[in-house]
């Protein structure tokens, strides 16, 4: 797990120097970025870690871990998305404006759109209605607060500036799937004002990470912000035999099941339970001591496992949402 640290602690560094100027508080002194917000710049604060997803039978058991770019970098976030979609947040999903000492949060406040926008488009026509609406929403939150950076980044450009893992069931019965929705920037200098960039925020990318191509494995799946992150995934750990997780699955006759499961390319056949209680189990063992959550998510509702440290709050109401959809104020499991 610690391979590579030298060149993830140059990545961290480089990071560092690149967003010295403007996007990310935490990266600068305390001093440059009070200085930053007197001047009127927004700031903005980047969420890192590992998402990790199992569909199992019948249920989806998702993680998140947070690995902090920085000291006070903050951890990814879950949310509610719709009645059948919940999503995770990487990168810039926190926003500091010096004229409001609240700062503005991509997770909070998230209003619920039922119809298309006719006023955009993504840069696939292969993503379902559904999904682009989705896109679109964070498209919109996100735009206004992007168009404020003056100051020139160095991101790279197929770097997304924020990212949204999208976890949950599509329409017309088409069953569980994964989807990494990613936003990007283009700058452009103007050069009769001096050191000033116009910040203009692209079309989201819409990925899809399940279900698989037909006759493809179905494993697990994991998705990492930054994507320099260093170490392997969980599941090369399971095919590595990890002495752990190898001590864990043999340990535990439904867990050796799951772990079996995994291998052989079939995650889907896995019971719900155990395969939350074996996520549930090695989550300690790869996690480092980092914080993380887990939760499950099915057709007929959501379940904190392991809740955030911080409480949800209560969500925008929707007239239309039926009763029984899924929402993240569900029951917590004891």
């Not at 993380?292 to 057709?299: D, H, I, K, Q």
Request: hydrophobic share 35%; aromatic share 6%; charged share 30%.
């Amino acid at each position: 797990m610690k391979t590579g640290a030298t060149n993830h602690q140059r990545r961290n560094r480089k990071l560092r120097l690149c967003l010295l100027s403007l996007i990310c508080a935490a990266f600068v002194p305390a001093a440059i970025a009070q200085d930053r917000e007197r001047a009127g710049e927004i700031v903005a604060n980047l969420a890192g870690g590992r998402v990790i997803v199992h569909v199992a039978h019948d249920a989806i058991i998702f993680a998140a871990i947070d690995q902090p770019i920085e000291t006070n970098s903050i951890p990814p976030r879950a949310m509610n998305i719709d009645s059948t979609h919940i999503g995770i947040l990487l990168g810039a999903s926190e926003w500091r404006i010096p004229a409001d000492p609240k700062p503005v949060r991509l997770d909070k406040d998230f209003p619920h759109v039922s119809v298309k926008n006719p006023n955009y488009a993504v840069d696939t026509d292969q993503v379902e209605p559904d999904l682009e609406t989705i896109g679109v929403a964070f498209l919109e939150r996100l735009r206004p607060l992007v168009s404020q950076l003056r100051h020139k980044i160095e991101f790279k450009p197929d770097e997304a500036l924020f990212e949204v893992v999208v976890i949950g069931y599509a329409p017309a019965d088409y069953g569980p799937e994964v989807w990494t929705i990613e936003y990007r920037i283009q700058q452009e200098e103007i050069a009769t004002r001096g050191d000033f960039w116009q910040t203009r925020l692209l079309r989201p990318r819409f990925t899809q990470l399940y279900p698989p191509d037909k006759k493809a494995p179905k494993t697990l799946v994991e998705i990492r912000y930054p994507d320099t992150i260093q170490g392997p995934t969980l599941l090369q750990l399971i095919e590595g035999n990890e002495p752990d997780l190898d001590k864990l699955s043999r340990g535990e006759p439904r867990f050796s099941k799951v772990v079996e499961n995994i291998d052989r390319g079939q995650a889907s056949k896995s019971g719900p339970q155990d395969a939350t209680d074996f996520l549930r189990a090695a989550l300690p063992i790869i996690s480092e001591k980092s914080k993380f959550f887990l939760g499950t998510v099915t057709e007929r509702g959501f379940n904190w496992v392991v809740p955030p440290d911080e409480p949800l709050e209560k969500a925008q109401e929707d007239k239309n949402r039926p009763p029984e959809a899924p929402s993240l104020r569900g029951k917590i499991k004891p």
